[in-house]
């Protein structure tokens, strides 16, 4: 598996249980669509949530919320 090196800042990633509150989803839900694909964490010293990957998946939450009503 090929890595990738990018800088990061900071104030761009948050921890599993912030980026769960940010999507306001609950933590295990959160894990699960980290083993399905549907989110790709960061792994640095632990395990955070690039702010940008969460907007995206954020984003198609949205958008399935507005196509079901």
């Given at each position: 598996m090929?890595?990738?090196?990018?800088t990061l800042n900071v104030q761009d990633i948050l921890t599993p249980t912030k980026a769960a509150e940010y999507l306001g989803v609950a933590?295990?839900?959160?894990?699960?669509?980290?083993?399905?694909?549907?989110?790709?964490?960061v792994i640095l010293d632990h395990t955070y949530f690039h702010i940008s990957e969460l907007n995206r998946v954020k984003a198609l939450r949205e958008g399935n919320k507005k196509a079901d009503a």
């Open positions: 090929a890595t990738e090196r990018v933590r295990m839900t959160l894990w699960r669509w980290v083993r399905d694909g549907k989110i790709t964490p």
